[in-house]
């Protein structure tokens, strides 16, 4: 079992930046890969970026690419998300999941999700 928390989420204008983390507890952290969703009011759930086991590997969405960055930290077993030139178009619940299986993209098997943590961007 993983248990995932998510926090770091906020109400921030449009053109800032915000963090979020994912502390992870229960299985060995550094065995799992790592992905941020984010689903906005109306809309399916869509994935944002992935990262494997070393932070080696990541995959980004076209949506995101050059603003967000995926980065993690095994000793403290949490997994950021740096969110740069942020966008109302962002405005979503993000939520982090993991898979066990090592894969990273939107396409991989996410067995694990986090409860996620609300971001809005005002124009």
């Known amino acids: 079992q993983v248990q995932l928390i998510e926090s770091g989420g906020g109400l921030v204008q449009a053109g800032g930046s915000l963090r979020l983390s994912c502390a992870a507890s229960g299985r060995t952290f550094s065995s799992l890969a790592l992905g941020w969703f984010r689903q906005a009011p109306g809309k399916e759930r869509e994935f944002v970026v992935a990262i494997n086991w070393s932070g080696v590997s990541t995959y980004y969405a076209d949506s995101v690419k050059g603003r967000f960055t995926i980065s993690r930290d095994n000793a403290k077993t949490t997994v950021y998300l740096e969110m740069n030139s942020l966008k109302p178009e962002d405005t979503a619940i993000y939520s982090c999941?993991?898979?066990?299986?090592?894969?990273?993209?939107?396409?991989?098997?996410?067995?694990?999700w986090g409860q996620g943590t609300q971001v809005t961007v005002s124009s």
């Open positions: 999941a993991a898979n066990v299986f090592g894969c990273v993209g939107p396409k991989c098997v996410y067995r694990y």
